[in-house]
Every structure is written in structure tokens, then in C-alpha cells.
């Protein structure tokens, strides 16, 4: 049974920054394509950040520059940094898992519960 279990979320300043962990059981974060999503609201869920197995980034517009997706394989989690926070960034973020090797259009079978992020002005 695949379990993903995110952490690390919390209320921060503009300009701060967190790190989102998102622990993986009966599954291994760098064996298909993952990536964090958030749902702000009033907005619809948007696709932050991805990789792939050969760690390879992508990254939405609003967050390029600010945001690294990385893979932590001695602890099988899969890691959002998020640095220079705005209040836009506000939402509750979910790491979400494929089966799949190409990330371009993949399906994301698996998802955790989300975490919360809240950023003030």
C-alpha cells in the first residue's frame, strides 16, 4: 500500500522561506515521476513543481527561481524548498506520485494529505 505523508508546512513571513518533506512507504520517490501541487483558494489546483528519474526539474512560472524539487534517496522523500515566499504562495500543497517515466502529461495515482502554507505580508 502506498502511503506519501507531507510535512514542514506552517504560517511565515514574505520573503521567508520552508521545506516541505513528503515521506514515501511502498513506493520509491526516485523510481517514477513525482511533484508538488498546491490548491490556493479560490484557484484551481496547480502543478508547482515536478521531476523525474534522472532528476530532471520543472517548475510553474509563478514559483521559477524561488522554489527547488529535489529527491532525498537515503530517506525516500521528496522535498519542496521554498525560498523568497509571497503571500500568493498561500495554500495547501500535496506531493503526488505516478507510475509513470515520462512527466510531461503523467497521471498522478497517489497523493498525500497536504499541508497547509501560509504566508503574510
Known amino acids: 500500500q502506498v502511503q506519501l505523508v507531507e510535512s514542514g508546512g506552517g504560517s511565515e513571513q514574505a520573503g521567508g522561506s520552508l521545506r516541505l518533506s513528503c515521506v514515501a512507504s511502498?513506493?520509491?520517490?526516485?523510481?517514477?515521476?513525482m511533484a508538488w501541487f498546491r490548491q490556493s483558494p479560490g484557484k484551481e489546483r496547480e502543478k508547482v513543481a515536478g521531476?523525474?528519474?534522472?532528476?530532471?526539474?520543472s517548475y510553474a512560472d509563478s514559483v521559477k527561481g524561488r522554489f527547488t524539487i529535489s529527491h532525498d534517496n537515503a530517506k525516500n522523500t521528496l522535498v519542496l524548498q521554498m525560498n523568497g515566499l509571497t503571500p500568493e504562495d498561500t495554500g495547501m500543497y500535496y506531493c503526488?506520485?505516478?507510475?509513470?517515466?515520462?512527466?510531461?502529461?503523467?497521471?498522478?495515482?497517489?497523493w498525500g494529505q497536504g499541508t497547509q502554507v501560509t504566508v503574510s505580508s
Open positions: 511502498g513506493y520509491v520517490v526516485s523510481k517514477y515521476c
Open positions: 521531476i523525474d528519474i534522472a532528476s530532471r526539474t
Open positions: 503526488a506520485g505516478s507510475t509513470e517515466f515520462v512527466c510531461y502529461a503523467a497521471n498522478y495515482n497517489y
